[in-house]
């Protein structure tokens, strides 16, 4: 089993910035795809950034230029700098982890931007 937890959400004003990590542990294929997605209130969830074991990184149009994820492969962890933030990026963040055998959340963090 993998267990996420994430950690760096809040309350931020309008154009501030947060970091959001997540930590993994246990059972899981080290050939993987780490990502975040967040659901804001009577939204569906949605990705907001990924990247591969090799590096790879792909973003929602709505925060490229803005957001960050990288990935610490020693402490098999994930993060994501978010730049400029705005009152639209309100919502839970997820942490997620997949594979060919894994498809692992977490248990979600909270940013609020207050415009």
């Known amino acids: 089993q993998v267990q996420l937890v994430e950690s760096g959400g809040g309350l931020v004003q309008a154009g501030g910035s947060l970091r959001l990590s997540c930590a993994a542990s246990g059972s899981f294929s080290r050939i993987n795809t780490m990502g975040w997605y967040r659901q804001a209130p009577g939204k569906q969830r949605e990705l907001v950034a990924t990247i591969t074991t090799d590096g790879f990184t792909n973003y929602a149009d709505s925060v490229k230029g803005r957001f960050t994820i990288s990935r610490d492969y020693a402490k098999n962890s994930v993060y994501l700098q978010m730049n400029t933030l705005e009152p639209e990026d309100t919502a839970v963040y997820y942490c997620?982890?997949?594979?060919?055998?894994?498809?692992?959340w977490g248990q979600g963090t909270q940013v609020t931007v207050s415009s």
């Open positions: 997620n982890l997949r594979s060919v055998y894994n498809n692992a």
